[in-house]
């Protein structure tokens, strides 16, 4: 994926941090809503659903976390699904990802799948969209106000 000249190669990283130095967990929930909110760019309205299902179970997995390898386990049946993965299916399986590495208090891990998550989403044609980085930075204060 190219990232625009200048910006730093996982810049959600910062934003991650502060909600994580806030309340563990905490960024999970700002990622997985940022992640579901462009699940209506998908024109396949099948897809959609799927993949909101795949959220719906991701709340119950983070709610009453199961075993590290069933988390992981279903991040690679996300990852594979289809044979022609989209940005929100790879969106959805970093976020599995991530709570695995939540679950092993794999901190490094746990933060830099959330990033990939909302990189992967942000792109668009291998170049980060400005609307998307802005809707993040805006889903960010307005989590950030409510505190």
């Given at each position: 994926?190219?990232?625009?000249?200048?910006?730093?190669?996982l810049?959600?990283?910062?934003?991650?941090?502060?909600?994580?130095?806030?309340?563990?967990?905490?960024?999970?929930?700002?990622?997985?809503?940022?992640?579901?909110?462009?699940?209506?760019?998908?024109?396949?309205?099948?897809?959609?659903?799927?993949?909101?299902?795949?959220?719906?179970?991701?709340?119950?997995?983070?709610?009453?976390?199961?075993?590290?390898?069933?988390?992981?386990?279903?991040?690679?049946?996300?990852?594979?699904?289809?044979?022609?993965?989209?940005?929100?299916?790879?969106?959805?399986?970093?976020?599995?990802?991530?709570?695995?590495?939540?679950?092993r208090?794999?901190?490094?891990?746990?933060?830099?799948?959330?990033?990939?998550?909302?990189?992967?989403?942000?792109?668009?044609?291998?170049?980060?969209?400005?609307?998307?980085?802005?809707?993040?930075?805006?889903?960010?204060?307005?989590?950030?106000?409510?505190?």
């Open positions: 994926m190219a990232i625009e000249q200048g910006t730093p190669p810049w959600p990283l910062f934003v991650i941090r502060q909600l994580e130095s806030d309340s563990r967990g905490k960024a999970m929930e700002l990622v997985k809503q940022f992640v579901e909110s462009c699940f209506h760019t998908l024109d396949d309205q099948h897809a959609m659903s799927i993949r909101q299902t795949w959220i719906r179970e991701l709340r119950e997995f983070t709610q009453k976390p199961p075993p590290f390898d069933e988390i992981i386990q279903r991040s690679r049946d996300v990852w594979y699904h289809t044979g022609d993965r989209d940005r929100t299916q790879t969106a959805v399986a970093r976020l599995f990802e991530a709570l695995a590495a939540f679950v208090n794999e901190q490094v891990g746990y933060c830099k799948a959330l990033a990939v998550a909302v990189i992967v989403v942000a792109s668009r044609d291998d170049k980060l969209s400005p609307m998307a980085v802005r809707q993040f930075a805006e889903m960010y204060q307005s989590l950030e106000e409510a505190l």
